[in-house]
């Protein structure tokens, strides 16, 4: 199919599009969100505090329930603390 394009530039182009929709169609792809560096104070302890924070406010957003935003504010309190301790 390739061999009626006559300039090497339209062959590559055609076996480019060609690939990327074979690749498009049968591999999924995966979101990923890249956060930025970690502040130079950053420790495990604060880290660990903002992934339970982060967790309880997605529960909460699931299921809004007193019990949910009761844990939420808790969690978020200590984060909090955990980063005023580093700092």
Known sequence: ???????????ASFF?????S?????IPQKEMRVRHQDVPYMNSEWKTAIR???RAARKY???STM????IRRKTRNEATRLRRKAI
């Open 1 to 11: 199919m390739g061999e009626i394009f006559d300039t090497i530039h339209y062959k």
């Open 61 to 63: 957003l699931k299921e």
């Open 22 to 26: 074979v690749v498009d169609k049968h």
């Open 52 to 54: 339970a924070k982060r």
């Open 67 to 70: 019990q949910n935003l009761e």
């Open 16 to 20: 480019e599009t060609l690939l990327l």
